[in-house]
């Protein structure tokens, strides 16, 4: 990533309107202002042919709902820009990380296929190589919002996003680690008190306070998260 090099996100989707969504406004929104990114998104119906413009079509073989026509698709997604990382949202994918996130950011665009109905004619994946990204382990009615949730993730790890990029090092997931409790003003709510530690000025001591919670909180939650801290141990 060359600094504040403007990140492309190309969607294709059946429903541009849902788009810029949630990333039109508060950080993502003004960043958009501000040419840190760009949102190029790519209406899959323009591409349909013939008199009823059909974007999708009964399965082979049989069973419920409809799936995407790979000529239709397959039309829309030679319009990307030459060497544009494509891929495709599906509940089958390999399940987002924040280590995926990472790796994602580094690159300066990103095309993301949102599926609709029962998903996508499998030869585009085939033939277009494209690899599939999940959001979780829940069934979504299209890949939009997951779109979405992936550049949002994407953003603020590029320059510029975030006005201090340094509180990025102590966030959740850094190290396999979930982040300690935080607090603010006032220090005494609802008969609850902060934490003595933070009010003590004591940075090293505070520092430590901060990874234990973080440890156990990890313990408790995450075993799985947890295990991954004491192999790299
Ligand atoms: C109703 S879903 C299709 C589910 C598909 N028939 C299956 O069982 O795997 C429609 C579209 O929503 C998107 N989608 C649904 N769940 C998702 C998830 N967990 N992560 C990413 N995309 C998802 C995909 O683009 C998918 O093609």
Known sequence: MTPNTCFNAHVLTLFPEMFPGTLGIALAGKALEKKIWSLNTINIRDFATGVHKSVDDTPYGGGAGMVMRPDVVGRAIETLPENTPLYYLSP???????????????????????????????????HYNITEISIGDYVLSGGEVAAQVILDAILRLREGF??????????????NLLEYPQYTRPNVWKNLSVPEILLSGHHEKIEQWRQKCSEELTKERRPDLWAKTTEIK
């Not at 580094?106 to 585009?124: F, Q």
């Not at 990029?165 to 190290?175: C, D, G, K, R, W």
């Open 92 to 126: 089958r994918g390999q399940p987002l990380t924040q280590k995926k996130v990472k790796e994602l950011a580094k690159n300066d665009s990103i095309g993301l296929l949102c599926g609709r109905y029962e998903g996508l004619d499998e030869r585009v994946l085939k």
């Open 162 to 175: 975030m006005g201090d990029q340094t509180s990025l090092n102590q966030e959740s997931f850094e190290n």
